[in-house]
């Protein structure tokens, strides 16, 4: 396999889920229910939309509501976070690293008195991709938050904050240990190189951690049966970004609502052909893994 960029994590999750092959268990299987209980709400699908921004976030949750699917939104002010909420989607927000922590303390607040469903932080984003030095995005400094930093924010909040960029059964454990209510397993696009595809290292994480934390698979997830492979493997849910870009752009929230029905849909025939009657029954011994790198 030949890499556009050599190391580009992207590809090489990609490479890793299709190597993923699943076996049939359709004798005797009965229809699928994709009931996902989750911050309180019970939503149709575990399929969420990603922490995007730079969009039109408004119609990507209306379209997300309408599909019954939990939203994360990203980068973005209070204002356009109240816009999202306003559809009445649920919403967990996605706070960046900035080195003002007046910047994130605001946001929790807002989230919170404005009725996000959680909030939380992607680490991942901190630091450039090629060099330690501190990220800056669309021109505001970024710092790679403490320890002692991520607790304050995890106890300002009264609401489930999780930990997005976490990869590692030592980054999950932290999390569990620093209160978080759970992790976003992401390399955000490839901001870290030769980064251990997400639904590779969910098995471990998950026996490390048991039910102590929520697990969400991030990145990748094309369709529902890559969903269907990161639940089997342990993730409680999935989020979905790019692929509902275009979408999102053609159709608004009806395309994002049809994607997500689409990709749900996908997610419940992978289910039934492997017996799998709800998301308490995932069973990760249907996945054959063809490939370690
Ligand atoms: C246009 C765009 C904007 C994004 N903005 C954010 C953001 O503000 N905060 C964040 O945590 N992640 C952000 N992400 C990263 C996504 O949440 C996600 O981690 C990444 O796209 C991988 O998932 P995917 O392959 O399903 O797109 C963004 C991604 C895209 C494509």
Redesign the pocket.
């Known amino acids: 396999m030949i890499y556009e960029a050599r190391g580009d994590s ?1 590809q090489i999750a990609r490479m890793y889920m299709d190597s993923l092959l699943v076996e049939s268990r359709i004798v005797g299987a009965v229809r699928p229910d994709t009931a996902f209980r989750f911050l309180g709400e019970t939503f149709e699908t575990p399929i969420m939309t ?6 039109d976030l408004v119609s990507m949750a209306e379209g997300a509501k309408q599909a019954g699917a939990c939203v ?5 002010g209070n204002e356009e976070l109240g816009a999202v909420l306003s559809t009445g989607a649920k919403a967990m927000k ?1 706070i ?1 690293p900035y080195a003002d922590e007046r910047e994130i303390l605001s946001r929790i607040e807002y989230a919170e008195a404005n009725g996000a469903a959680a909030v ?1 932080m ?1 680490v ?2 901190a630091v450039n991709v090629d060099d330690a030095e501190d990220s800056v ?1 669309v021109g505001l400094q970024m710092k790679q938050p403490t320890l002692a930093e991520l607790e304050k924010y995890i106890r300002a909040s009264k609401l489930p904050f999780f930990i ?2 976490a990869l590692s059964v030592k980054d999950a454990i932290r999390c569990r240990d620093l209160g978080a209510a759970g992790v ?1 397993l ?4 490839g901001l870290m190189r030769y980064a251990v595809p997400p639904v590779m290292i969910l098995p471990e994480i998950r026996k490390a951690v048991g039910h102590d934390l929520i697990l969400i698979a ?5 369709t529902g049966f890559d969903a269907f492979k990161a639940l089997a493997r342990g993730a409680d849910a999935v ?7 275009a979408p999102l752009r053609e159709n608004g929230a009806e395309g994002v609502r049809e994607a997500l029905r689409k990709a749900t849909g996908q997610l419940q025939a992978m289910m039934i052909r492997t017996g799998t009657k709800d998301l308490k029954h995932m069973d990760p011994s249907v996945i054959h893994e063809t490939l370690r790198f």
């Open positions: 992207v990603a922490a995007l921004s730079h969009l994360s939104i990203g980068m973005g996605i960046k939380g992607d991942e984003h995005v997005k960029g976003i992401s390399h955000h696009n991030d990145g990748g997830m094309e989020t979905m970004g790019k692929a509902l870009m």
